[in-house]
T-cell receptor, first 115, second 114 residues
């Protein structure tokens, strides 16, 4: 497994502002992912964070709204831009620690409330 | 694309009883099926997984079964304890190259009553 930390753990933001969420892993990993979990709902993949290249976004998610950076194999950021109350969710990063086992481990999440 | 259906949405059992959660998937090419446990205020925790080349896997009180023909898989928890209370998610994916996109079920809120 891997030890994954996220910052901030929670935040309350005003509509129209942006928030950058950080994800740090204690070891180098090949794959990093960002998920959204709306209140009381399941997890939905936002994008795959690719090291050294642009992130791969899922249908319904765009780079202008959710820009992602991945400068190295242990760190990634997700920005939620121009926020609205509908963006209130838990944002989770996950990592795939082994190209052999393909097991994904999740961070603790960032709980975002937009007023 | 893949779609995963999970049932039931809520499950209440008495301590010591067994709990079973079922999932069905749509893409017959999917070959990896993990289960996650999410406690309140925490991220999902991988508790067990199964790959398409086996039909059953056990780890102490938890087990997962896979029926590829029917495209469904189930989580079995025996001798339930209050600390098993959480939301459980199944997922499915096609593993290729260096990873795959997990498609999650809707979740099951398990309550174990002492």
């Amino acid at each position: 497994s891997a030890v994954i930390s996220q910052k901030p753990s929670r935040d309350i933001c005003q509509r129209g502002t942006s928030l950058t969420i950080q994800c740090q892993v204690d070891s180098q990993v090949t794959m990093m992912f960002w998920y959204r979990q709306q209140p009381g709902q399941s997890l939905t993949l936002i994008a795959t964070a690719n090291q050294g290249s642009e992130a791969t976004y899922e249908s319904g998610f765009v780079i202008d709204k959710f820009p992602i950076s991945r400068p190295n194999l242990t760190f990634s950021t997700l920005t939620v831009s121009n926020m609205s109350p509908e963006d209130s969710s838990i944002y989770l990063c996950s990592v795939d620690t082994s190209p052999v086992n393909n097991e994904q481990f999740f961070g603790p999440g960032t709980r975002l409330t937009v007023l | 694309g893949e779609n995963v259906e999970q049932h039931p949405s809520t499950l209440s059992v008495q301590e010591g009883d067994s709990a079973v959660i079922k999932c069905t998937y749509s893409d017959s090419a999917s070959n990896y099926f993990p289960w996650y446990k999410q406690e309140l205020g925490k991220g999902p925790q991988l508790i067990i997984d199964i790959r398409s080349n086996v039909g059953e896997k056990k780890d102490q009180r938890i087990a997962v079964t896979l029926n590829k023909t029917a495209k469904h898989f189930s989580l079995h928890i025996t001798e339930t304890q209050p600390e098993d209370s959480a939301v459980y998610f199944c997922a499915a994916t096609l593993i290729y190259n260096q990873g795959g996109k997990l498609i999650f079920g809707q979740g099951t809120e398990l309550s174990v009553k002492p």
